[in-house]
């Protein structure tokens, strides 16, 4: 069994990052439970949604591995199916930065309930298509079908680690001052990098650059 190398682990960890600080349905539930509930919910929200991703990273990854060592063509397949996802949520990033500044509002329409967060925030990291989507654009490169159970348990821990600091930074960074309000102003601007990134990679992704690193 094969374990990755530290460049890969490095790679990962990026790749990861990354998915976490795209816009999405993930990071607007933590912002909205940040705004209605505070820090405290907010905070819950994170930790739920980082260990619903972690599970979903292992799962994933054993999944991708399991169908690799079945059949060799797998892995055309998930190249070809990642490059179309990524270009699909590059046109969807471009499309929401293209319509400008969104409004701002506020206002305290939830219940405060750091259990009612953290179960939000892990259904909505199993159940967000985008990070399927994601899955199997930029994650599916790094795995292959001779891993070792202990590699696809660490990818998953990584996942889950990474995915919930930063949700939880993010709770702890909106919750004071006017930062939400800011941050929801230059919305558009954050899809737009977003939409570039995934043009990039998906161009990556198609000439297969990823494999070789």
Do not use: C
């Not at 690799?68 to 892995?75: A, D, G, I, K, R």
């Not at 397949?77 to 701002?104: D, H, M, P, Q, R």
Request: charged share 10%; net charge negative.
């Amino acid at each position: 069994m094969r374990n990755l190398t530290p460049e890969s682990w490095l790679a990962l960890a990026s790749v990861f990052a990354l998915g976490a600080m795209s816009p999405g349905p993930s990071l607007a539930i933590v912002m909205r439970n940040t705004m209605s509930g505070g820090r405290s919910q907010g905070v819950a929200t994170g930790i739920g949604h980082g260990l619903g991703f972690g599970i979903y990273a292992f799962l994933a990854a054993l999944g991708i591995a399991t169908a690799l060592s079945l059949h060799e063509s797998v892995e055309v397949f998930l190249n070809v199916g990642g490059t179309i996802l990524l270009l699909w949520l590059s046109y969807n990033f471009l499309k929401s930065a293209s319509s400008g500044a969104k409004e701002t509002t506020s206002g305290n329409k939830y219940n405060n309930s750091e259990m009612t967060g953290f179960i939000q925030g892990f259904l909505i990291a199993l159940f967000n298509p985008k990070i399927l989507a994601w899955m199997l654009a930029l994650y599916a490169p790094f795995i292959e079908a001779d891993l070792s159970l202990n590699t696809l348990i660490t990818m998953g821990i990584l996942g889950m680690s990474i995915d919930a600091t930063w949700y939880i930074s993010v709770a702890t960074i909106l919750s004071t001052g006017n930062t939400i309000d800011n941050l929801k102003s230059n919305s558009h601007l954050i899809d737009g990098a977003m939409g570039i990134l995934m043009l990039i990679f998906a161009i990556i992704l198609n000439f297969d650059l990823l494999y070789s690193q």
